[in-house]
């Protein structure tokens, strides 16, 4: 089992960055997969980007691919969203989620979530 917490949401302009972490307690970080998911009021909870459990591979959503960067450093049992070039419609909270060695997009698909930290983008 992995405990997830997120940290560095907050408020910033269009076109502004933010680095959002994501701190894993528990044994064994490098047996999972994480992943990063948005959920604005009202809406789903969407994919964003995975990263395998080396940190090998990364996968995006189109919406954010060339503008944020999914890392991880096992050493910290930590994994990373730096986000770039934000905008207004990436306002959303955002979570950090973990499962087992397959890698996936959908929300169903991870055991293990973060509370969720809040990015507020304005115009």
């Known amino acids: 089992q992995v405990q997830l917490v997120e940290s560095g949401g907050g408020l910033v302009q269009a076109g502004g960055s933010l680095r959002l972490s994501c701190a894993a307690s528990?044994?064994?970080?490098?047996?999972?997969?994480m992943a990063w998911f948005r959920q604005a009021p009202g809406t789903e909870r969407k994919f964003i980007a995975f990263?395998?459990?080396?940190?090998?591979?990364?996968y995006y959503a189109d919406s954010v691919k060339g503008r944020f960067t999914i890392s991880r450093d096992n050493a910290k049992n930590t994994v990373y969203l730096q986000m770039n070039s934000l905008e207004p419609e990436d306002t959303a909270t955002y979570y950090c989620?973990?499962?087992?060695?397959?890698?996936?997009?959908?929300?169903?698909?991870?055991?293990?979530w973060g509370q969720g930290t809040q990015v507020t983008v304005s115009s």
């Open positions: 989620a973990a499962r087992r060695v397959e890698v996936a997009t959908l929300a169903h698909q991870y055991d293990y």
């Open positions: 990263i395998t459990m080396s940190g090998g591979r990364t």
């Open positions: 528990g044994r064994a970080f490098m047996s999972y997969v």
